[in-house]
């Protein structure tokens, strides 16, 4: 079965994927015998990060073994149904961790060769062993600085693609001194299946009873990290027998979901999207209790919250959604840069996890002490296992938004103003590249037009004035009011051309809102590049 989705780039069609015995959040308790494995090597499924997680000790020799015998039909197996776009990891555990292989683009030779000529049970004295602190490490992406652990985790989990660990072992969590404490020890367990819900890894657990007497303690631990995470637990029989085959159906549960927020009104869902700026957000929005409002600015200092509406389905997949909403701010303006690990221009504000079902959700997320000034724009991000990032995330803000539906932007100001006087706002010019750059600040406007009901003029401030100065001075429906500021005279376009910006530099201006006729207007302030819209801001302007 080779069913794929056209989502900008190939997936898999959620109704039609390649799981072949596991559902959302399913618990496999019988033992698994030596049946053929699944067909994950005929399905197409995207791209794929998969680490193994495995326990080496001397009493896993048995399942060791049956793994050796199934290592190159799994490998074989990930490189068919990601259709050769892979990474792979390789991280063993005792009361110590070692880390075999990072994740690494296309590296099943190193990975499948360790397994098949090197891998050995051995050693490890007593139970319990250190699995919690390996599934750590791979999560969380940890050196081995300050750890009882050799080798650094230092790889990147690809936000567009499908990501897998997988857990194998007999024994119970005991971090890394050799001890389980109830309480201590299985609760670490449980943070790490919390830490990689909010990641997008889907945890599958192989747990190998060898002994009976620890079974009543592991089997729900072990079963928390796929319900947790929307992966799979299976028991396999005690001397190891049906792992590699359990470890391939993992593997083959590609099924995909589709929560997806509106980038407009107008948003279908589809990826790309074909319409034009993706900054005005219909279903992001702040109140200033959990209760639901109309929208408002957040008040310094005040706990807000931050309410997204999440839809279940879009076009590209089926069934429940089980993952993270993630929520972010940064100055209003153009070009916020993303950046994977740090945030880059954006800064977070909270996040929860969740299963949504069909309709629409609404997440509520509180925003503790809100920072000064209070203009802000708004980001979130829909994390999941089942349903990726098509596209990898790039430093674009705009083109992780136009090109992705689980990210939405929102861009949104209120001004309120009584006829003759003046309300200000911000706008934040940036440049996100590693180039100097020539950039452009366009004003329109979508519906009734605030230029001529008012006026509005735009301060660059001296040190971006001087720039527009060096980068010619040119502009179409503006002309300079005062010595660093230009007047917006063009009610269906106004631009501001050629700022020169450098890399990483990001520049205040200062909009001045006076109101003139009675009435509600609406303003657009984007800025533009040689590649187009790369960030801008909605301004409702009521003037009362």
Known sequence: MDSVRQRGRRRVLGALACSVVAVLGSVVSTPVTTAAPGAAAATRCGPLDVAFVLDDTGSMGGTIANIKTGINSIVS????????????????FKDDITVVNDLAPGNAGPVTNYVTNVLAAGGGGAEPEASDEAVNTVVNRLPALGRPQAGNFSGVWRSNATKFVVLVTDARPGGFDDTYTAGTDDVNAATRATEALGAGIKISAVYVPTSAAYTPTITPIMQNYATTTGGTYVQAQPDGTGTATAIQRFLSDCRQTDVFMHDQASDTGVEPNPSGSVWSSPDIKVCPTAADCPGSQPVVGSTSYVHVKLHNPGPYGSGPGLGTLKVYYTAQGGAAVWNAATGGDWTAIGQQSLSVPAGATVVKIPWVNVPGPGHFCLLARWVSATDPMTFAEVSNTVLNAKNNNNIAW???DSIRVKPGQVGTAPFTVGNGTLERIKTDLVFTSPAK????????????????????????????????????????ADPRQSRISGLLVGPGERFETKLLFTGEQRGEFVQHVAQFDETGDIGGVEFQVVVE
Not at 77 to 86: C, K, L
């Open 449 to 488: 037009p605030f230029i001529g009901a008012g006026t509005l003029v735009v301060d660059l401030g001296p040190r971006l004035f001087e720039r527009w100065k060096q980068g010619g001075g040119q502009g179409v429906g503006v002309k300079q009011v005062g010595e660093t500021s230009l007047l917006v």
């Open 410 to 412: 929102r861009n949104v």
């Open 77 to 92: 197996d990930v490189v068919a149904a990601s259709g050769g776009d892979y990474q792979l990891g390789l991280v063993t």
